[in-house]
């Protein structure tokens, strides 16, 4: 391996090469804060993207206590075991109080963890919209330089970050409990719009009757949910312990794969994700620069103060702020 990292040259034939050292400060330089770090982090992502992209990207998102850490270590050795190797970007909730994160999937996926053909990074979520981490979308190319070609993005399934995630991946997995008829509605009422597949997990022992009947519940739904689309969304059973369903689960993603491939849908799903995403860049980078403008940020706290002791509205406060930035 590589083991002087000093130029963008060194940090791209390291992770092409596969160095976990390089990849892992590659992406901590993409999610600094710092613009120095960021540049750096910027010229590495261009230096790799001709190397990227040939992952088959996975999204998996279930409310807490699901079962979505043991499934993913589960299914990652499953695939593993098949010659892949396997790469999770697993987002944390950051505290909104203390600003920090849990990151502690390492721990929770020991035997994934461990192995050479996978690679876990947990990333602090920094309170983006729906518990997506800030740069989880560069983090997924540098995986793919690096020659992981199975991208999993894991997210918190606070019932925000579905659409996020949907729009980063090119299949997104829905975890359920069994006998749970409400917890759509507990994650995101329009999710079933968005999920390729339902796994039911925990479908063992006395849960195993229940899954099949939670299973059984959601099919007929499913069947309705995209009738013009060539793709059908399925309700499988897994249990996340036994390793039962896995290859089905599999079997079912690499189908969806192949049936998007052969249909030309994938790579116009990877053209409309990029658009998208340059344009969320731009939003956020305007957005910095109107609230660090001079003018703007002088103006912002007695707005803020007007605005909460009604002494003006929103739009007419947001109006001020706006002229404000288009000064000199």
Not at 246 to 262: A, C, G, N, P, S
Request: overall charge neutral; some cysteine; aromatic content about 4%.
């Amino acid at each position: 391996m590589i083991h002087r990292l000093e130029s963008t040259a060194d940090y791209r034939d390291a992770i092409l090469a596969g160095d976990r050292r390089a990849i892992a400060r590659a992406i901590t330089r993409l999610e600094s804060t710092r613009r120095d770090r960021i540049a750096d982090g910027q010229a590495i992502l261009e230096a790799l993207l001709p190397h990227a992209g040939n992952s088959l990207r996975i999204g998996i998102t279930g409310s807490p206590g699901v079962g979505k850490s043991t499934f993913i270590e589960s299914f990652g050795m499953d695939l593993i075991e098949r010659g892949h190797r396997v790469a999770v970007l697993a987002v944390d909730p950051s505290s909104p109080v203390m600003g920090g994160s849990i990151l502690g999937d390492k721990t929770r996926m020991e035997r994934l963890a461990a192995h050479r053909a996978a690679y876990i990074r947990p990333s602090p979520s920094g309170g983006s919209l729906g518990g997506v981490a800030h740069r989880t979308r560069e983090a997924m190319l540098v995986c793919e330089a690096a020659g992981y070609d199975i991208v999993i993005v894991e997210t918190v399934g606070i019932g925000q970050s579905e659409v996020t995630v949907a729009s980063m991946v090119d299949f997104f997995l829905v975890m359920l409990l069994p006998g749970s008829g409400d917890e759509l509605q507990g994650i995101k009422r329009g999710v079933m719009e968005l999920a390729d597949i339902l796994v039911i997990n925990k479908a063992d022992g006395d849960m195993r009757a229940a899954a099949e009947r939670t299973a059984g519940d959601y099919l007929s739904a499913l069947q309705l949910i995209r009738p013009h689309s060539a793709w059908t969304p399925r309700a499988l059973r897994t249990s996340a312990l036994t390793g039962d369903g896995m290859q089905e689960v599999r079997e079912t993603i690499f189908e969806h794969r192949d049936l998007l491939r052969k249909s030309g849908e994938l790579e116009d799903r990877r053209r409309i994700q990029a658009r998208s995403w340059m344009w969320s860049l731009v939003e956020e980078q305007l957005h910095e620069k109107f609230r660090s403008h001079p003018e703007v940020a002088a103006a912002i706290p007695a707005l803020e103060a007007a605005v909460a002791s009604l002494e003006a509205t929103p739009a007419a406060a947001a109006r001020a702020l706006l002229d404000s930035f288009g000064k000199p």
